[in-house]
């Protein structure tokens, strides 16, 4: 599946971003969905994941970093992934990058640059 994502950008502290991911190439409903960020001189973290679950079977997680501050959500009938974050800290700040996988694929976005800076 082809991911690009959007909606990067410069943030003041206790600001909100939403990053969104458009998929397309496949079905995109057969795939997890996550969000993963990498800053500067450190690894590729996951930050965000959502199942291909419906209703009380879709099972959300989250980096303990950003619990209560980011959610994620997938429409499939758009084939979009978004990541909605709310007070945003300094330390939030990398490329977030889109990732789609299911048994031992792993597709990825291009990546969307936030920066949280006064």
């Known amino acids: 599946v082809q991911l690009v994502e959007s909606g990067g950008g410069l943030v003041q502290p206790g600001g909100s971003l939403r990053l969104s991911c458009a998929g397309s190439?496949?079905?995109?409903?057969?795939?997890?969905l996550a969000w993963y960020r990498q800053s500067p001189g450190s690894q590729r973290e996951l930050v965000a994941e959502i199942n291909t679950g419906v209703g009380s079977r879709q099972v959300k997680s989250y980096a303990e970093s950003v619990k209560g501050r980011f959610t994620i959500s997938r429409e499939e009938s758009n084939e979009i992934v978004s990541l909605q974050m709310n007070d945003l800290k300094p330390e939030d700040s990398a490329v977030y990058y889109c990732?789609?996988?299911?048994?031992?694929?792993?597709?990825w976005g291009q990546g969307t640059q936030v920066t949280v800076s006064s």
């Open positions: 990732n789609a996988n299911v048994g031992g694929i792993n597709d």
């Open positions: 190439g496949r079905v995109f409903d057969y795939y997890n």
